[in-house]
């Protein structure tokens, strides 16, 4: 019985621990540390960042799919993927054949157009009657308003300061004059003389009825005033003189005629008046001819942007690399066809790479352009590329309440690197060199420091440590692991980092495992 009872005995305390350590062991997510250290350690220093660190996809510089607007068959494309394409390179040569059909047809009708163009201008000329030579206008035949036929002699111009005289000369005597010399008319009408020169000696032979055989010489006298044709007289050149009386005749007098029929708008000269030549002398309206030419002036303006517009399309069967960059893409090739709009290859400018970033509204402040950033991607673990903000896009977008911005991130060390690739950036918003850091787990409460002081306990109840005190810190800037000390420690002082053994299910943000965040 004693030996039962003892079995029994050991039986219920082994159901007693086995309850103690089921109760024991049982999950409890507000457990508090089941036990704790201190290590000690002293400042230390080092370069510290703080930063905020986020992913992205990594973009080109700049990129272009380059499409086609034009249909036919693709004659040229000399080049490959791969290849470096400078900017306005020639990529396509696209079949123009009917484009260029459609080009001479309209170049053409220009050509069409402008001589009717020039034809009216021409027309319009004529309503605007010039003199041909200087003169006096001795009649005017028209009057303002009035109709004027084509051909019609609407003006008399004559030179009355110049008069000529005919006269014929024995032929070996006339042979012997110079053009240019004296001659002397002696009038019939009063036996004043007046002089002249010799202007043409004629170069055919006239017999007279007393079968002399004679040469006519014309000979040009200024008007004195008096002369007038009609007017007759002898002449007599050095010691030879005519054989016959000669009549004065004016240099020159001539009919105006209108070139175009029309209504007389403006007369600017009056009778008696000397004008020059080319001088205008009659205006003339047209209403009909006026219209043509302005039709005229609209059909050459729609022929010419008929030809620019067709001729600027040429410019499109032959496409060009709108960037400087890489070809990645190439869709078509030599002897396809191409529909209205075609895909034929895509341009990289790797000249760098990009990104953009969406930035909390919370750390928005704390980046600014020319900010640096820290990239590392996957498929080169140890490998740090540096970056640098170059836009801050104030335009954010709001989801679930929170609003972000988008910040554009420039790399242009990018060996190794390729557009699509999934990138971590650490975006450097403070950094100070050479400072004095302590680990972050040493910051207690209201920025308190354990430090070594060597003063003996005074309460026996307090678990600090036996020669430590709390001192308050001034704290810097801190990455995940340290803190900066801007006052409160020296670099000798030695220091107590609390160490926290957790509970299996319990986990814990401790101050530095945050490092901000977009």
């Excluded at 050459?300 to 890489?326: F, N, V």
């Excluded at 896009?393 to 679930?400: A, F, K, L, Q, V």
Aim: negative net charge.
């Amino acid at each position: 019985m004693k030996k039962k009872k003892i079995i029994i005995i050991i039986a219920v305390i082994a159901i007693l621990i086995i309850a103690v350590m089921t109760i024991m062991n049982k999950p409890n997510s507000d457990a508090a540390p089941v036990s704790e250290k201190y290590s000690e350690a002293t400042p230390i220093r080092q370069d510290i960042k703080t930063s905020l660190s986020g992913n992205g996809t990594l973009e080109p510089a700049d990129s272009y799919t380059v499409t086609s607007i034009v249909t036919g068959e693709v004659l040229q494309a000399d080049f490959n993927e791969g290849e470096i394409a400078e900017k306005d390179a020639l990529l396509y040569v696209i079949d123009s054949s009917a484009l260029s059909n459609s080009i001479d047809q309209a170049r053409m009708s220009l050509e069409q157009s402008q001589v009717r163009y020039d034809r009216n201008i021409t027309s319009m000329e004529d309503l605007k009657i010039r003199s041909d030579k200087e003169g006096t206008i001795i009649q005017i035949d028209i009057e303002a308003g009035s109709m004027v036929n084509a051909g019609e002699v609407i003006a008399t111009i004559r030179d009355q300061a110049n008069l000529i005289m005919k006269v014929p000369f024995i032929a070996s005597e006339a042979e012997k004059m110079i053009l240019g010399t004296e001659a002397v008319i002696t009038l019939s009408n009063n036996y004043e003389t007046v002089t002249g020169i010799i202007t043409k000696v004629a170069s055919v032979t006239s017999i007279t009825a007393a079968n002399v055989i004679t040469r006519e010489i014309t000979i040009e006298v200024p008007n004195p005033g008096a002369l007038s044709a009609g007017m007759e007289g002898y002449a007599q050149a050095g010691n030879y003189a005519g054989t016959e009386i000669g009549g004065f005749e004016w240099k020159t007098q001539e009919n105006v005629m209108a070139m175009a029929s029309g209504e007389v708008s403006q007369i600017l000269v009056s009778e008696g008046e000397n004008v020059g030549a080319g001088q205008l002398l009659v205006v003339l309206m047209n209403d009909t001819l006026s219209n043509a030419l302005v039709d005229s002036d609209y059909t050459i303006q729609s022929a010419q942007m008929s030809l620019d517009k067709q001729l600027e399309a040429l410019d499109d069967y032959e496409i060009r690399s709108p960037i400087a960059g890489t070809i990645v893409e190439k869709s078509v090739k030599v002897g396809d066809t191409l529909s209205q709009v075609n895909t034929l290859c895509t341009v990289f400018d790797m000249s760098y790479l990009t990104t953009v970033l969406n930035i909390d509204e919370l750390d928005i402040s704390k980046v600014k352009v020319g900010s640096s950033v820290e990239i590392t991607v996957e498929a080169l673990e140890e490998q740090v590329y540096e970056g640098i903000i170059t836009r801050i896009n104030i335009n954010g977008s709001t989801m679930n309440g929170v609003t972000t911005y988008p910040v554009t991130v420039r790399i242009d060390n990018i060996e190794g690197l390729l557009p699509g690739m999934n990138a971590t950036f650490n975006v450097i918003v403070a950094e100070k060199k050479d400072a004095l850091v302590i680990p972050i787990s040493a910051i207690e409460r209201d920025n308190q420091v354990l430090i070594y002081t060597g003063v003996a306990k005074q309460d026996e109840t307090s678990d600090i440590p036996e020669g430590y005190g709390y001192v308050t810190v001034t704290v810097g800037i801190s990455d995940d692991t340290y803190v900066e000390i801007l006052s409160g420690l020296e670099d000798n002082d030695r220091i107590l980092v609390k160490e926290v053994v957790l509970s299996a299910n319990e986990v814990r943000f401790g101050p530095g495992n945050d490092g901000g965040g977009f």
